[in-house]
């Protein structure tokens, strides 16, 4: 027999349970999204890095094969013009002087500006080339990789990473 207490008993979630329930999903939100923005600009980053990786290897074989790295421009080292690499990610790749690539980021995220660069410079220690790179913006430093460092506050020569391309 059923007595009519059992009647009255509601199902469901009590509106204090609810509220817990938004407030979790509120905290784990406002951790997790700007989490994944900077996943994302990073991996932006880790994919502009093989567009210059192809031009690095270029550099590298010009300089095997004359001894020099020629005058800046793309032109001197057989690559297209710099606007020709534009595309989602970034807004030119041009030769510099002394073999330099510079590459030019569109606005991957909240602190890219439109002409913030990436500069790589080679240098020939023992015998070997090597690529260090220098960041335009202080604001973009977490994004790149550590051997990156911003172009107004290194002292000294910057960190050298070998390259696997030459």
Known sequence: MKT?????KTKGFTLIELMIVIAIIGVLTTVAVPMYQDYTVRSKVAASMSAVNSVKFIAA????????????????????????????????IDMLASGAIQM???????????SDSAT?????????????C?????????????????????????????????
């Open 4 to 8: 009519l207490k059992d009647k009255n």
């Open 61 to 92: 074989e010009t300089f095997a094969r004359s001894g020099i790295f020629p005058d800046a421009g793309n032109e001197n080292y057989g690559l297209p013009a710099k606007e020709v690499y534009a595309d989602e990610l970034i807004s030119s």
């Open 104 to 114: 030019v980021y569109k606005k991957l995220g909240e602190n890219f500006g439109e």
């Open 120 to 132: 790589f410079t080679p240098t020939i220690t023992g015998g070997m080339l090597r690529w260090s």
């Open 134 to 166: 220098l960041i335009s913006n202080a604001d973009i430093q977490a994004y790149f990789p550590s051997n990156c460092k911003q172009e107004s506050s290194t002292e000294g020569p910057p960190e050298e990473t070998e390259s696997t391309d030459s």
